[in-house]
């Protein structure tokens, strides 16, 4: 083969990028991945890792000040926006390098430039256009840049963009994405957020945490839709008991903005009216694929609500031609993103590989306190015609949660009341987006209720709660 042409393409470096390219080379695939901005894409960049290396500094700055709850004393604390970011971009820097030492290692080529599919097999990469973050990270030495290039597989990997409400549109002054979000020049003291999805109930927990009014709109009749209603109404408590204000089954119906603040119309449900004005406001309302200029369409490659169809193997309907992660629909996780590219390319080599399974994929939002899930919600479950048990236990019972001085939390599980399946896990309190992954991998085992209650969980710890909880299900709860 000559420079130019590689079994193995994939355009976007993200998660999902990235760790196909990684999985591709290992099978013995020449392998070449192109990137217009950033190793690492959204996620590494501007997305899950900056965003959490910012809630442990939230997090620090929250202990220091109920440092008296521990018998400990902490006076005058106070904290340095700029550092705050600092240390965030830092860690970012620092795994984007990491992610170029990976391509070194592996042998994968880079491609600098912008993509466009040609035909078939094809893809021209010219001069990146301007980018829609800043900066723009600079070619990595050893990288290739514009000319055409052919492989027998292309993998479109071009993860999402924020979502933009016409007459809303972000002008990184007074109305952000979770870009602006994330890079603060000084700390608002009021914030408006609008939606509470991940993505904006982490950043109202952030801001708030670090002084900030914050009132969080949300259209739908909960606050985090897609979790469980019950979890959902907990985390609300916690919040408002924080400090935050929330509007549900509301909208921003328009924008007014002035020098230093912007003023919101949020619409209710009986349409009435309320103006609403804080420092800044954080659009919020999700992310859609990045498609566009792609040469998609010349190809027949069908989308539908702005992402790339594939089947269970992120196959599009054009033969020799694959979509992974965001650009390819939800769930838009970087974890999602990964497996995908894995099975994508497992499958494009002829391994005995099992289509993507989206209902065993795990759900975390990072927030305080931190809220995780899999599977399907009690209400989901009843929906798809099961017979339900369904076990709770909370945080306010367990040694652990209290020494940690982290008693506010409950553990939920959702089973088949005639095989014993575990169908869902929702979870709300300390480090729960750690202990969510014990389910997926019950799951993902088809483990019943009796395996659950016949291991043995260390104590004392967090964890001992989920077997609790499936306790709780069948009346056997043994400390509640």
């Not at 993505?199 to 739908?220: D, K």
């Not at 603040?261 to 859609?288: P, R």
Request: glycine share 12%; aromatic share 6%; hydrophobic share 40%.
């Amino acid at each position: 083969m000559s420079g130019t042409s590689y079994d193995v393409l994939i355009i976007g470096s993200g998660p999902g990028g990235y760790v196909t390219a990684i999985r591709a080379a290992q099978l013995g695939f020449k392998t070449a991945i192109v990137e217009r901005e950033h190793l690492g894409g959204i996620c590494l960049n501007w997305g899950c890792i900056p965003t959490k290396a910012l809630l442990r500094s939230a997090e620090i700055y929250h202990y220091m000040q109920h440092a008296k709850d521990y018998g400990l004393s902490a006076d005058n604390v106070s904290f340095d926006p700029a550092a705050v970011v600092k240390r965030s971009r830092g860690v970012s820097g620092r795994l984007n390098g990491g992610v170029g030492f990976l391509m070194k290692k592996n042998k994968i080529d880079v491609i600098w430039g912008e993509a466009k599919l040609t035909k078939p097999g094809e893809v021209v990469v010219s001069k990146p256009s301007k980018p829609a973050v800043e900066p723009q990270h600079p070619a990595p030495k050893g990288t290739k840049g514009e000319g055409t290039y052919t492989a027998k597989h292309i993998i479109v990997a071009t993860g999402a963009r924020p979502r933009v409400i016409p007459g809303i549109e972000p002008d990184k002054e007074t109305i952000w994405t979770y870009f602006e979000a994330m890079v603060p020049p000084t700390m608002p003291k009021s914030v408006i957020v609008m939606g509470s999805g991940a993505i904006g109930i982490e950043f109202a927990s952030f801001y708030r945490t670090m002084g900030a009014e914050v009132t969080v709109v949300e259209m739908m009749p909960n606050i985090m839709p897609v979790e469980d209603p019950e979890i959902s109404g907990m985390a609300k408590k916690a919040f408002e008991k924080q400090g935050m204000t929330f509007f549900t089954e509301a909208k921003v119906s328009g924008v007014k903005k002035a020098k230093g603040s912007v003023t919101a119309t949020v619409e209710t449900k009986d349409g009435k009216t309320q103006e609403i004005t804080a420092e800044k406001l954080i659009s919020a309302v999700g992310v859609v694929g990045n498609i566009e200029n792609l040469g998609l369409e010349a190809l027949g490659v069908k989308t539908e609500r702005g992402c790339v169809v594939i089947d269970g193997y992120g196959r599009t309907n054009v033969p020799g031609l694959y979509a992974i992660g965001d650009v390819a629909g939800p769930p838009m996780l970087a974890h999602k993103a990964e497996h995908e590219g894995v099975i994508c390319i497992e499958k494009i080599a002829g391994l005995d590989v099992h289509p993507m399974e989206k209902d065993k994929i795990p759900g975390c939002t990072y927030c305080h306190p931190q809220v995780a899930s899999v599977g399907m919600t009690e209400a989901q479950a009843k929906e798809a015609g099961h017979e339900v048990k369904v076990g709770r236990y909370s945080f306010v019972a367990n040694g652990k949660a209290i020494a940690l001085g982290e008693d506010n939390g409950l553990i939920k599980t959702v089973f088949d009341a005639r095989t014993g399946q575990l169908l869902g896990a929702h979870m709300i309190g300390a480090e729960v987006t750690e202990l969510i992954q014990g389910y997926v991998v019950a799951m993902n085992l088809e483990t019943t209720e009796e395996d659950l209650m016949h291991t043995v969980f260390p104590h004392p710890t967090l964890s001992e709660m989920m077997k609790e909880s499936v306790l709780d299900a069948y009346g056997r709860a043994l400390n509640a």
